[in-house]
């Protein structure tokens, strides 16, 4: 059987078969300041980059496959609060990744309440490590020691 995972957000795996996302927007943010000058106008300065977000949207029908715990799994995943890792299927690494929101709309429903259909939305923000030259050492947030350089 062939690997349908459309990707993978820590280990939760969205695919066809169960929550598949039908839009991933990206967005790349980059850091502009205004500097005065007298008796000119001002230039732009370039600051570097600013936050990175990915927004999923998509459909789960749990009758098809997954059932109705596919949501709350996403829920745990962002309550573990800790940046996951982000692969596409074909094994592109986004790096890693906070869950900053869930949304979800349920609708067509059987007469015991149960969702045919779910959407849902989830917000993504990058997670950039920070890393500090200390001497000789480079010491990122996981504290761990880089090697000498």
Known sequence: MANDTMLALGSFR???STAAYQQLERQSSYKW???ERFGQAPLMQY???DSETISLQGTILPEYKGGLGQMSQ???QAARGIPLPLVTGTGFFFGLWV???INEAQEIFWSNGQPRKIGFQIALKK???ISLKIGPFNVSTSGLL???Q
């Open 33 to 35: 300041e205004e500097v």
């Open 99 to 101: 869950i900053e929101a």
């Open 47 to 49: 600051c570097g980059y």
């Open 146 to 148: 880089g090697s000498l």
């Open 127 to 129: 997670y950039d490590k």
């Open 74 to 76: 996403m829920r745990i």
């Open 14 to 16: 969205f695919s066809i």
